[in-house]
Nanobody, 126 residues
Framework: QIQLVQSGGGLVQAGGSLRLSCAAS????????MGWIRQVLGKEREFVAA????????YYEDSVKGRFTITRDNAEDTVYLQMNSLKPEDTAVYYC???????????????????WGQGSQVTVSK
């Protein structure tokens, strides 16, 4: 059974950096677009970033462009989110997801039907 296991996250001051990791087990996720989605308590999930199955194309939500970088290592079946210049408004639970609906295709957007990690709390203090 395929699973996504996240690590990283935590508490950091504004302007600081954190890195999230998301490792797949049970089956490779190399054919699938991978993404990071965040959610603030009481609000809907929000797209943050995604990376194509080859790693050649990255997609970003406007507010994180230039600050966050998504990468993947298909040999390790792991996707990363490097977050720099963090702001208090970046505080949320971050989820990685694998878009299993399509293979070797552009990012289709996230769906509740995707495969999801367990979530990682990121808290940015002022």
């Amino acid at each position: 059974q395929i699973q996504l296991v996240q690590s990283g996250g935590g508490l950091v001051q504004a302007g600081g950096s954190l890195r999230l990791s998301c490792a797949a087990s049970g089956r490779t996720v190399s054919p699938y677009t991978m993404g990071w989605i965040r959610q603030v308590l009481g609000k809907e999930r929000e797209f943050v970033a995604a990376v194509s199955w080859t790693g050649a194309t990255a997609y970003y939500e406007d507010s994180v462009k230039g600050r966050f970088t998504i990468t993947r290592d298909n040999a390790e079946d792991t996707v990363y989110l490097q977050m720099n210049s963090l702001k208090p408004e970046d505080t949320a639970v971050y989820y990685c997801e694998a878009a299993l609906r399509t293979t070797m295709a552009p990012y289709p957007g996230f769906s509740e039907d995707d495969l999801w990690g367990q979530g990682s709390q990121v808290t940015v203090s002022k």
